[in-house]
């Protein structure tokens, strides 16, 4: 994919979606920012607030509300739209109505002739970055869900307190689905080159595996803590959105834990899952495969069995 211009189309200018856009002009990721929503008065307020914004900015971006027809020559159409779960809904039937809505957006952005890259927000991620990819027909390198991108920024920065380092140091990942069955490799994860299991063994009692797990647990359950405190969360998930955005604009090759195909890596096929990935401007480039031991290969075949199940409900 050439990139000339860069070019971002949202759908859906919530909280999700706004705290994206806002991220994006803080941050000068892109040229042209063009706001859709199914309230268009929602969206030409949002476009006019951030307009007002730019003279504090360092970016020098074209912001406005648009209609469909213009993702023809957008680089990126990144989707934040979805219906709220009505109280004691079933996931499945949650699922279902965002398959319609889905279904409503998919269609008409790509009869606009769009050839850019699917970036998905809408959760529950995994499932509607693959009824993206089924309803657009791209191919799978082009529809990226967030994933576990998230998980991961989270996950980094409790080891990275726990350990007293600079988060940007610890490499470890959370895997499979962006929801309960969500699982952190310990056996692949390192502050710099040394792992951590090996530093918990080499502490003399200052650092425990024990506490590596209650980590784990911290991450699976820091969106419902957040939502219990606030109602929802958005900051973290909008620069997660903006952080892959940059890797594909920059064509930076950068590993990151997105939603992603999985077409026999770790013996997993058809379905969408977070695995590490290498992303640049032609959108997922390859799944990197970790060296995962026996056990966590029986946790992402869980949580692969899980997203399929609910996938093939509706589909």
């Known amino acids: 994919m050439k990139i000339d211009k860069r070019k971002v189309v949202l759908i859906g200018t919530g909280l999700v979606g706004m705290s994206y856009a806002y991220a994006l002009l803080n941050q000068n990721v892109c040229d042209e ?24 900015s360092p970016a020098n971006m074209t912001i406005y509300a648009g ?10 159409v990144a989707i934040c739209a979805g219906v709220a779960q009505k109280p004691g809904e079933p996931r499945t039937a949650l699922l279902k109505r965002n398959a319609e809505v889905f279904r409503s957006i998919i269609e008409p952005v790509v009869a606009s002739g769009f050839g850019g890259i699917f970036l998905i927000a809408t959760n529950p ?12 027909g791209f191919d799978s390198t082009r529809v990226i869900g967030t994933g576990t991108t998230l998980d991961t920024a989270r996950l980094r920065y409790l080891v990275g307190d726990y350990f007293n380092v600079d988060p940007r140091n610890v490499h470890a990942y959370v895997m499979g689905e ?3 069955s969500e699982f952190v490799p310990w056996s692949q994860a390192m502050v710099a080159t040394l792992p951590v299991t090996e530093i918990c ?39 997660a959105m903006v952080r892959i955005t940059r890797a594909i604009f920059g064509d930076e090759n950068s590993v990151l834990t ?22 640049n401007r032609n959108g997922i480039v390859r799944v990197l495969p970790l060296s995962l031991n026996e ?21």
């Open 125 to 136: 991620v995994d499932i509607m970055s693959h009824i993206t990819h089924t309803l657009s």
């Open 201 to 239: 063994c080499r502490s003399g009692g200052q650092f425990c595996h024990n506490r590596l797990e209650e980590i784990g647990e911290e991450v699976r359950n820091a969106a419902q803590k957040i939502i219990e405190a606030k109602k929802s969360t958005y900051y973290g998930i909008g620069m």
């Open 295 to 315: 056990e966590e290969l029986d946790k992402l075949q869980a949580s692969c069995d899980k997203l399929r199940e609910f996938y093939n409900e509706i589909f």
């Open 33 to 56: 920012l063009v706001l859709i929503d199914i309230d268009k008065k929602r969206a030409i307020g949002e476009a006019m607030d951030l307009n007002h914004g730019l003279a504090f």
């Open 258 to 279: 997105v939603s992603a195909m999985l077409n026999g890596e770790y013996g997993q096929t058809d379905v969408y899952a977070g695995v590490p990935c290498v992303v």
């Open 67 to 76: 209609e469909y027809a213009d993702c023809k020559d957008a680089d990126i």
């Open 178 to 180: 962006h929801g309960d």
